[in-house]
């Protein structure tokens, strides 16, 4: 029962363009959002989180959007820069709850 | 400049083997997790616990896994006997987590059953 979905597996952009990764989430109770980054051995790094009472959240290159109704969620890298090339997953979680359920990750590659 | 360390780094041990892999909190942090990466089923809950109680691990299999927090220092993840299928990487995660928060990772225990 995979709670969390990402449905592309990978994804090519060029520099300099947009990246959009996107995430389904199937439990209504999740209310907190998070995207993380893994590079190759080593562990994921914390990028950004969203709080269900918002719809955007930014940082920098980094956009977080939520749609609730849709149980959806995007990241948006613009631009994209060839370091940005990682495994980027995301996570969900119930206030209260302490449980943080991981999607299967996307491979994303910028191409210089 | 604090961060989740887990050893061994990487581990090779043959089928019926006993593995343990051992975590080290962020200091202060309530929440600890143990993850395993893998392809099918990308970062996989084992189980976690809040100030050292465990509260779900229903993620792991019973009969061969056990996860422990036998003080605020130290989590330990325990293969018994371990299998091949049991080969990932198993990543330890902490956080000072009030109702939310984010999660810091360790570099992650690569394990090989052979």
């Known amino acids: 029962d995979q709670q969390v979905k990402q449905n592309s597996p990978s994804l090519s952009v060029q520099e300099g363009r947009i990246s959009i990764l996107n995430c389904d989430y199937t439990?209504?109770?999740?209310?907190?959002f998070l995207w993380y980054k893994k590079y190759p051995a080593e562990g994921p790094t914390f990028l950004i989180s969203i709080s269900s009472i918002k719809d955007k959240n930014e940082d920098g290159r980094f956009t977080v959007f939520l749609n609730k109704s849709a149980k959806h969620l995007s990241l948006h890298i613009v631009p994209s820069q060839p370091g940005d090339s990682a495994v980027y997953f995301c996570?969900?979680?119930?206030?209260?709850?302490?449980?943080?359920?991981f999607g299967t990750g996307t491979r994303l590659k910028v191409l210089a | 400049d604090a961060r989740v360390t887990q050893t061994p780094r990487h581990k090779v041990t043959e089928m019926g083997q006993e593995v343990t892999m051992r975590c080290q909190p962020i200091l202060g942090h309530n929440t600890v997790f143990w993850y395993r990466q893998t392809m099918m089923q990308g970062l996989e809950l084992l189980a976690y616990f809040r100030n050292r109680a465990p509260l779900d691990d229903s993620g792991m299999p019973k009969d061969r896994f056990s996860a422990e927090m036998p003080d605020a220092t130290l989590a330990t993840l325990k293969i018994q006997p371990s299998e091949p299928r049991d080969s990932a990487v198993y990543f330890c995660?902490?956080?000072?987590?009030?109702?939310?928060?984010?999660?810091?990772f360790g570099e992650g225990s690569r394990l090989t059953v052979l």
């Open positions: 439990n209504s109770m999740f209310d907190y």
């Open positions: 996570a969900a979680t119930a206030s209260g709850t302490y449980k943080y359920i």
């Open positions: 995660a902490s956080g000072l987590v009030r109702g939310t928060g984010e999660l810091f």
